[in-house]
């Protein structure tokens, strides 16, 4: 059982929600839920700089580094404003 205090970005990684696949004629989505308290931990460089408390669109070496794993060929491509910790993914679809 997750523990509900858990304070490091290794311990709230595991409590990361990841939606199923979606997809257009394009790209592939998903959607991936941080925990709300992770967002207090994650290095103030990765937030866009106008005060909005949204992540900026992130590198994957920078998303990997707070623990979100997904398979190659993923691109964090938008913060979803309302609720800035859910974040948007998406890859081409095969031959696109």
Known sequence: MPNPKASTLEELSE???YSER?????FEYRHVI???PMLKLIPKSYFSGDDSGLLRILEEHEWRGIGITQS????????????????LFRRPLPGK
């Open 34 to 36: 941080l925990p709300k």
């Open 15 to 17: 409590r990361i929600i």
């Open 72 to 87: 190659l060929g993923w691109e964090h491509f938008e913060v979803h404003a309302p609720e800035p910790h859910i974040l």
């Open 22 to 26: 979606y997809s257009d004629d394009n």
